[in-house]
């Protein structure tokens, strides 16, 4: 049926089909459900408890970040950027990548700012997806990349990683391949488990999406958040996968600005035209100023303010590990990100409910300490064994929280 007939009337019968939909959600929309995430945070802001549910990052903010965004403010970069994002802030992010991680990047052609790491997983999806194909992620994943590809009508296909140290079995991603499959989706490191992916686990997934001929979309964002003997490598820095891996990365954790939204993707230039086209049509641009404040921040701070970030999360990781385990929790310790998945088994008698998502909310009851149901990270009936904190909180909440946890026992 023509949207409208010559001259832009409707015709009698177009009216009654209308008339025959009535008014009602999508068919998506009564499917979908509050972030777990969200839904914590809300109920600990009711209580006035501490928000170790969501990844807020409420540490500090490098002055040169801050002063630069109010000075872009003062100085009129108020109003839309290019598409892509200011030139200074795309060269600036080539320039790092090509230091850090060794992957020579073309900053006109191959590098997209976006309005944060979440934008940029919905516009590469829509760019490179279309209903029906398969994508496959490792499980525990991150809820929103769930829940963006199932609004596409993309299917997500769990692949299980084996706990407790998140092994990747690289059959069971084999397994897991059929025609539909498109792409794969590694978070490393990740959210919620802070698994870093090992050189040899990424480099049995880059043969296979080889063979199979898949993209790979790698989310960075927490790549400045190592700890121990862990390194970080970019699946795009292997033999054969430049074309193919989609980088999505930002700045929202590592400048502490999760509310400024600036995120980016590099990719191969055939693919950036088509990514851009569905950034500028859902979001148009990242907010300007916060653009040219944080491209101050990569400028100016260089390979010491990466290492002290690592560092002083590393500290607060080992302070959350000690409060989990004096309240009875078995934490899970994690190699990057900072984020902590705990098993709750053996506090039966102490937290009430059967699922994760009733033992976190008799947790914030006892403790004024919010986290949030790990089966919010996994297909349904698994994962209702663990909670996740995030430590990424000023150390005077992080000390507070951690008091509190300890009155559990």
Known sequence: MEALSEGGVWTMAQTEVLKGRGLGLSELAPRLVQSEIRAMSVESDRVNGVNLAQGVCDTEVPQVVLNGAAAAMRDG???????????????????????????????DHEVLVTSGATGAFHAVAMALFDPGDEVLLFEPYYGYHVGTLKSLRVTPVAVELEAPE?????????????????????NTPSNPAGKVFTREELQGLAAIAQEFD??????????????????????????GMRERTIIMSGYSKTFSVTGWRIGYVIADAK??????????????????????????????????????????????????????????????????????????TGLEGVLEGVTAAQRARSLLAKTGVAAVAGSAFFRPGKGEDLL??????????????????RTLK
Not at 77 to 87: K, P, S
Not at 167 to 185: G, H, M, Q, S, W
Request: with cysteine; proline share 5%.
């Open 214 to 239: 898949l993209f790979l979309l790698t989310d960075e964002i927490y790549e400045h958040f190592i700890y121990g003997d862990a390194k970080h490598l970019s699946p795009a820095t292997l033999e």
């Open 271 to 344: 693919w950036i035209p088509a990514i851009g086209y569905f950034h500028d049509l859902l979001y148009v641009c990242a907010p300007s100023p916060f653009q040219h404040g944080v491209a101050d921040g990569v400028e100016q701070l260089g390979q010491t303010f990466y290492a002290r970030l690592a560092l002083d999360h590393e500290v607060k990781r080992e302070m959350l590990v000690s409060a989990l385990r004096d309240a009875g929790l078995t934490p899970h310790v994690p190699d990057g990100a900072y984020y902590i998945l705990a098993s709750t």
């Open 388 to 405: 996740r904190f995030c430590f990424a909180k000023k150390d005077e909440d992080l000390s507070e929280a951690c008091r509190r946890l």
């Open 77 to 107: 970069h108020n109003i839309y950027t290019r598409l892509d994002g200011i030139q200074r802030l795309r060269r600036a992010i080539a320039e790092k990548t090509e230091r850090m991680q060794g992957i020579v990047v073309d900053p």
């Open 166 to 186: 998140w092994k990747l079995d690289l059959a069971r991603v084999r397994a897991a391949i059929t025609p539909r499959t498109r792409a794969v989706v590694v």
